[in-house]
């Protein structure tokens, strides 16, 4: 073989291994830019119609700053359970609605109203969740407030139902597109050294 065509085969070869390497590298930071850190904030209230004890919530949100408001785009689920109703879920995504903010500074009442619902529109098929700003709250079906509700709802980092868990991170950031490139010349190099002690030339 001679020494040009060594050369082109090569370089070829070198060349393959930095794409692969590449498109690897893209692959794995789409893959983390999707995810995001989710926060799961508890509710405990004390019930005056319709259950008895304590009605209690979990409500899961992305990219959250307590003492912000809350819009729909951060609700992951809210789960509420009582000895009335049992236990139900509302998952975030449309038509689902969150609104309100909680407190800064926690436990706490809401800020202001709290709002969850799996839609705006009242209905069969509807089923809200309204915490106010004085720890009133309710819960319905196919309007709010005409199932559950009562006094005391505070909001709270600790909880008992239905899962406990602590400020979950998932994933993590993104690497940069240059960060991307300089790791696959790396990559790309590496490959070199070692095509260049593994294949030699022919004699000509």
Excluded: E
């Excluded at 070829?12 to 291994?17: G, W």
């Excluded at 959250?64 to 809350?70: D, H, I, K, R, S």
């Excluded at 529109?121 to 309204?130: I, K, R, T, Y």
């Excluded at 991307?180 to 990559?187: H, Q, R």
């Amino acid at each position: 073989m001679s020494s040009c065509a060594y050369s082109v085969r090569l370089k070829s070869r070198i060349a393959a291994i930095v794409l692969v390497g590449l498109l690897a590298l893209l692959q794995a930071g789409s893959a983390l830019a999707t995810q995001v850190a989710t926060t799961t904030y508890y509710f405990t209230g004390t019930c005056t119609r319709d259950c008895t004890g304590n009605g209690t919530g979990t409500l899961v949100v992305a990219n959250y700053t307590l003492g912000q408001p809350l819009t729909s785009n951060n609700l992951v689920s809210f789960t509420y359970t009582s000895g009335f109703l049992g236990t139900v879920t509302i998952t975030g995504g449309s038509p689902a609605v969150l609104s309100g903010t909680l407190p800064a500074v926690l436990p706490g009442f809401s800020t202001q109203t709290v709002i969850v619902s799996n839609t705006n529109q009242a209905g069969p098929s509807f089923l809200g969740f309204n915490a106010y700003a004085g720890g009133t709250w309710c819960i319905g079906y196919n309007s709010y407030c005409n199932a559950d509700s009562g006094t005391g709802g505070t909001w709270s980092t600790t909880g008992s139902t239905p899962t406990p868990t602590a400020t979950t991170p998932v994933g993590t950031p993104a690497l940069g597109t240059p960060a991307l490139i300089s790791l696959a010349l790396m990559f790309g190099l590496a490959g070199f050294i070692v095509l260049k002690r593994a294949v030699k030339p022919a004699a000509r």
